[in-house]
């Protein structure tokens, strides 16, 4: 009889709480070309810091998902908070979570927009391993 490994196995899936100090990136914003440049590197240095610290390991596949946590009961389009999803998928590729966020190496799923009511707006990324 074999001795068990009992290592502990690594986590499936990882949980990462972004910054909300201003409302996220939305696909009908108009702002100024720099204003735009300086909140996606923000959002993308964070979302970088934020991997590196829960200890995101190299994932090679990963599927991401972008949740909004809001508020008020507003109508919302979660396609429109596409752009935050793509700055910060940005981020775990610098990260280094995935070599570059294309298709065969991360899948982005739809935005999902939750209604919590009595709670501070906010927004978390989930990273998951995928298994090829």
């Known amino acids: 009889m074999e001795p068990q490994d009992r290592t502990a196995a690594a986590p499936a899936s990882w949980t990462l709480d972004l910054p909300y100090e201003t409302p996220p990136l939305t696909a009908n914003q108009r702002m100024h070309h720099m204003a735009r440049h300086r909140h996606v590197k923000a959002l993308r240095g964070t979302t970088a810091l934020l991997a590196r610290a829960a200890h ?16 008020t009961r507003h109508r919302r389009d979660a396609d429109n908070i596409v752009p935050t999803l793509k700055a910060a998928c940005d981020g775990l ?17 739809m935005p999902v927009i939750e209604y919590r009511p009595g709670v501070r707006q906010s927004l978390e990324l989930l990273v ?5």
Do not use: Y
Request: aromatic share 6%; net charge negative.
């Open 128 to 132: 998951e391993a995928v298994t090829p």
């Open 56 to 71: 995101v390991p190299p994932l090679g596949v990963c599927r991401v998902t972008l949740t909004w946590f809001v508020n």
């Open 93 to 109: 590729v610098d990260a280094g979570v995935v070599p570059d966020d294309t298709p065969d190496l991360m899948a982005k799923l």
